[in-house]
């Protein structure tokens, strides 16, 4: 009977820890487009692709997933879902939808930017194919872009979001449990520090 809470039953824990022991962070496969060409770095685990991303696609990537009932499996390896009752995650959410408004060339830069785990990348012409995925940093990022659409269906900024996408293989399941753990343990920032520095 709590609004906005999102309640997990032990299977489903159980699964998404199976997901994390097996280096399977997701359970759908998705396009993501790109404008430029990604930078590709490989690595021992597998390969990280750098991107730029309108934020138009993120949109599109979260109403498919919430049109066929897979909103999360989107976020599977993500540590939280959607924060959007406190006066912080509310506050984060303004200046965002702001930023979206009134200065959409700025969102690149101002924003941490969207991290997606999967098992395999495939390129096909201007997009990736990502296989098994999800979204294991930038739940907040992804649904309050969604939720600016769904706000304001006419508009289409100008606006791109930094998408970093991990491609893990099969002998890499250790790691995708410390990538999203370490992307999402920042701390928050008090203002004397930011002034002081």
């Given at each position: 009977?709590?609004?906005?809470?999102?309640?997990?039953?032990?299977?489903?824990?159980?699964?998404?820890?199976?997901?994390?022991?097996?280096?399977?962070?997701?359970?759908?496969?998705?396009?993501?487009?790109?404008?430029?060409?990604?930078?590709?770095?490989?690595?021992?685990?597998?390969?990280?692709?750098?991107?730029?991303?309108?934020?138009?696609?993120?949109?599109?990537?979260?109403?498919?997933?919430?049109?066929?009932?897979?909103?999360?499996?989107?976020?599977?390896?993500?540590?939280?879902?959607?924060?959007?009752?406190?006066?912080?995650?509310?506050?984060?959410?303004?200046?965002?939808?702001?930023?979206?408004?009134?200065?959409?060339?700025?969102?690149?830069?101002?924003?941490?930017?969207?991290?997606?785990?999967?098992?395999?990348?495939?390129?096909?012409?201007?997009?990736?194919?990502?296989?098994?995925?999800?979204?294991?940093?930038?739940?907040?990022?992804?649904?309050?872009?969604?939720?600016?659409?769904?706000?304001?269906e006419n508009d289409n900024p100008n606006?791109?979001?930094?998408?970093?996408?991990?491609?893990?293989?099969?002998?890499?399941?250790?790691?995708?449990?410390?990538?999203?753990?370490?992307?999402?343990?920042?701390?928050?920032?008090?203002?004397?520090?930011?002034?002081?520095?």
């Open positions: 009977g709590m609004e906005h809470y999102d309640f997990f039953t032990h299977d489903v824990l159980i699964e998404r820890g199976q997901e994390f022991l097996d280096g399977q962070t997701g359970m759908g496969s998705f396009y993501i487009n790109f404008k430029e060409n990604p930078l590709k770095i490989n690595y021992d685990f597998g390969s990280v692709y750098l991107l730029n991303v309108e934020v138009k696609d993120i949109h599109r990537i979260v109403q498919n997933h919430k049109k066929n009932k897979k909103l999360k499996s989107l976020f599977a390896s993500n540590v939280r879902s959607y924060l959007n009752v406190k006066k912080r995650s509310k506050d984060i959410a303004r200046s965002m939808i702001h930023t979206l408004k009134n200065e959409p060339d700025r969102f690149l830069i101002y924003n941490n930017g969207i991290t997606i785990q999967c098992s395999k990348v495939v390129q096909e012409s201007q997009m990736l194919l990502l296989k098994r995925a999800s979204i294991s940093n930038g739940c907040q990022t992804a649904m309050n872009i969604n939720k600016f659409f769904e706000d304001n606006a791109e979001v930094m998408v970093t996408v991990i491609e893990l293989n099969k002998n890499s399941s250790t790691i995708a449990s410390k990538i999203a753990q370490s992307r999402n343990n920042q701390n928050p920032i008090d203002m004397r520090d930011l002034m002081s520095n």
